[in-house]
Every structure is written in structure tokens, then in C-alpha cells.
């Protein structure tokens, strides 16, 4: 018996060292977890994997894979599968993101007319949210005395959060929607001038 969980024990060992080699690859690494489930049909030793995904495509492709599972009752008997499934369920995902179809922006295929109209949308959206995120500072500073550069970066990450939802909705990859922050940054800078953006004043000052 003592022979047979060490022998278990060593293989989840090795099977953690060839999860940790697979996440140190340079190419888009598969984050591997080797967990024990109790009280479903899942019930045993579960290895995951799983690929950051940067699209709601790469997302949907890896939905239903990179699961294995060994029940309690044969994980002494199968302790030696589980090195391999390691590489089983990260080959599978890799495969499943690389096979996902790109994605496509909706406004990378819409008449002109639909795209002056886009244009239009985006700056009458920009206008009402700075203008509802600025009512809620104010309202904020008169109530407590939170410092106004936190009201700044707060509105940051809760546009940063929209966006993020915005963006799978429409089907927006990771690579757009970081060029389309960083153009937004580059432009507020430039607009700024050399040396004013230092000085202009936070949202909620």
C-alpha cells in the first residue's frame, strides 16, 4: 500500500514538473492545474489546461476541452497516464486556439456610410460617459475625501472593465483593443503638448 501512493505521489510530482516546463514555453504557454474533486462526476484527480485567450473566439474554441480525470477507485492503477495526460490536455487547447477562426472587427467590413455613422456613435458615446463619470466624481468628492488622482485611475479601470465587455461582445481580440488603447493614450499625450500633460488637471480636481 505504501508503495503504491508513493508511486502516485511521484508521478503528480513529475506530472507538476512537466506542467511547470510547458508554461515556461515562449509561444501562448498552457496554464495547467492538477486538481483532486470531490462529490461530482468528476469526482478523482482532474488536470486542466487552459490557454489565455485573446479573443472570444480563442475562448469558445477551448470551451469542452483540456479536461481529463482519473477516478479515485483507479488512480493507483493509472498513476502512470498521468504524465501523459499533462501533454494530452495541453496539445489539445493548443491546437483548439490555433484552429480558431481570426477575429473580424465589425467595423472592418461595414459600408462608408455605416462607418460615419460609427465615427459619430463613438464620439457621442465618449461625450456621455465622460460626462456620467464626471457627475459621479463630483458627487463622490463632496461626500469624502478620497484623493482626486484614486477618482482617476477608478475611472480608468471601470472604462477599462466596459471596454473589456464591449470588446467581446463585438468580437474584438486582445491585439486591437491594446493598439486602439494605446492610440487613445498617444493622442491624449500629443493633444496635451510637451510637458502640459504634467500639469493638467485630474478628472475629478
Same mark, same amino acid.
Given at each position: 500500500?505504501?508503495?503504491?501512493?508513493?508511486?502516485?505521489?511521484?508521478?503528480?510530482?513529475?506530472?507538476?514538473?512537466?506542467?511547470?516546463?510547458?508554461?515556461?514555453?515562449?509561444?501562448?504557454?498552457?496554464?495547467?492545474?492538477?486538481?483532486?474533486?470531490?462529490?461530482?462526476?468528476?469526482?478523482?484527480?482532474?488536470?486542466?489546461?487552459? $490557454?489565455?485567450?485573446?479573443?472570444?473566439? =480563442? &475562448?469558445?474554441?477551448?470551451?469542452?476541452?483540456?479536461?481529463?480525470? $482519473?477516478?479515485?477507485?483507479?488512480?493507483?492503477?493509472?498513476?502512470?497516464? $498521468?504524465?501523459?495526460?499533462?501533454?494530452?490536455?495541453?496539445?489539445?487547447?493548443?491546437?483548439?486556439?490555433?484552429?480558431?477562426?481570426?477575429?473580424?472587427?465589425?467595423?472592418?467590413?461595414?459600408?462608408?456610410?455605416? $462607418?460615419?455613422?460609427?465615427?459619430?456613435?463613438?464620439?457621442?458615446?465618449?461625450?456621455?460617459?465622460?460626462?456620467?463619470?464626471?457627475?459621479?466624481?463630483?458627487?463622490?468628492? *463632496?461626500?469624502?475625501?478620497?484623493?482626486?488622482?484614486?477618482?482617476? =485611475?477608478?475611472?480608468?479601470?471601470?472604462?477599462? *472593465?466596459?471596454?473589456? &465587455?464591449?470588446?467581446?461582445?463585438?468580437?474584438?481580440?486582445?491585439?486591437?483593443?491594446?493598439? =486602439?488603447?494605446?492610440?487613445?493614450?498617444?493622442?491624449?499625450?500629443?493633444?496635451?503638448?510637451?510637458?502640459?500633460?504634467?500639469?493638467?488637471?485630474?478628472?475629478?480636481?
Amino acid at each position: 500500500m505504501t508503495d503504491e501512493v508513493t508511486s502516485v505521489g511521484r508521478a503528480i510530482a513529475t506530472a507538476l514538473d512537466r506542467a511547470e516546463q510547458l508554461r515556461r514555453l515562449p509561444d501562448r504557454p498552457a496554464r495547467v492545474r492538477i486538481m483532486t474533486v470531490f462529490g461530482d462526476d468528476r469526482s478523482g484527480l482532474t488536470i486542466n489546461a487552459r $490557454i489565455a485567450a485573446r479573443s472570444p473566439a =480563442e &475562448l469558445r474554441a477551448q470551451e469542452g476541452l483540456g479536461t481529463r480525470c $482519473i477516478p479515485w477507485a483507479e488512480l493507483d492503477a493509472r498513476a502512470g497516464e $498521468i504524465v501523459g495526460l499533462v501533454d494530452e490536455v495541453v496539445r489539445e487547447v493548443t491546437l483548439a486556439v490555433r484552429d480558431a477562426p481570426a477575429t473580424q472587427r465589425p467595423s472592418h467590413s461595414e459600408t462608408d456610410v455605416e $462607418i460615419e455613422g460609427f465615427g459619430e456613435l463613438v464620439d457621442e458615446l465618449r461625450v456621455t460617459l465622460t460626462g456620467v463619470a464626471m457627475a459621479v466624481l463630483e458627487s463622490r468628492r *463632496k461626500t469624502n475625501s478620497l484623493p482626486p488622482p484614486l477618482g482617476s =485611475e477608478a475611472t480608468m479601470l471601470a472604462a477599462l *472593465k466596459l471596454a473589456a &465587455l464591449a470588446a467581446c461582445t463585438a468580437n474584438v481580440g486582445l491585439s486591437d483593443a491594446q493598439d =486602439e488603447l494605446r492610440n487613445a493614450i498617444t493622442d491624449v499625450l500629443r493633444k496635451a503638448g510637451p510637458g502640459e500633460y504634467m500639469q493638467r488637471p485630474v478628472l475629478n480636481s
